[in-house]
């Protein structure tokens, strides 16, 4: 997802207002990309266009202030370092495939 703010976010705050909250996680994380440097937040309900619950600084980053002209994402590079299947006869009809991907955030 990618949203921009409505209005001014301090550096202090716990809650914001965005443009959408559309194919947002009810909770999860978000990145700010701000003049080459990033802050990681986690946060804990996003509907109606309100992150509340936000947690910032994550991840070793700093907390800075952002204006409506700053946009959000959960834009994230990953490098899969290993799958593994396990296949599972449920019962003569079925068959059921679980597999485990380990990703590598770079």
Sequence with gaps: FNASFVSAMTSAATSCEVNTTR???????????KSGTVEEMTYTSANGGQ????????????ARAYTSADTIDNFYTVIVTSVKEQVNDTDQNTTESIAQVVLLEV
């Design 23 to 33: 194919l947002m996680p009810p909770k999860g994380r978000i990145r700010i990309l």
């Design 51 to 62: 992150i509340k619950g936000i947690s910032r600084a994550q991840k070793g980053t700093l």
